[in-house]
Nanobody
Framework: QVQLVESGGGSVQAGGSLRLSCATS????????MGWFRQAPGKDREGIAT????????YYADSVKGRFTVSLDNSQKTLFLQMNSLEPADSSMYYCAAAERATTMTARKTLSANLFRNWGQGIRVTVSS
């Protein structure tokens, strides 16, 4: 059993920054891939950033590349998402996810929500113009 809890969301004006946190607990031994996703009303769930714990490799969707940064604090077992230069289009529910024993794949494929079986409850981010 793996538990994921997001925090750090809220409201911010366009151009501002937020940092999301995803605290993990339970049996995390087999988790080797984690990611951040977002889903707005009427939209598909979108993978925005992933992180391979075994290699330290991170991947980003084109929509957030250069603005968002994912990192992992191993001692705290917490995944972070630093979001800078936020835009109204970034407004969404954001979800943390973890995959166990994920195989090697292309960067684009790691952004697929279907790979992940462990999910946080989601946290809202609202960016006003």
């Amino acid at each position: 059993q793996v538990q994921l809890v997001e925090s750090g969301g809220g409201s911010v004006q366009a151009g501002g920054s937020l940092r999301l946190s995803c605290a993990t607990s339970g049996n995390t031994r087999d988790i080797n891939l984690m990611g951040w996703f977002r889903q707005a009303p009427g939209k598909d769930r979108e993978g925005i950033a992933t992180f391979y714990a075994t290699t330290g490799k991170s991947y980003y969707a084109d929509s957030v590349k250069g603005r968002f940064t994912v990192s992992l604090d191993n001692s705290q077992k917490t995944l972070f998402l630093q979001m800078n230069s936020l835009e109204p289009a970034d407004s969404s529910m954001y979800y943390c996810a973890a995959a166990e024993r994920a195989t090697t794949m292309t960067a684009r494929k790691t952004l697929s929500a279907n790979l992940f079986r462990n999910w946080g409850q989601g946290i809202r981010v609202t960016v006003s113009s």
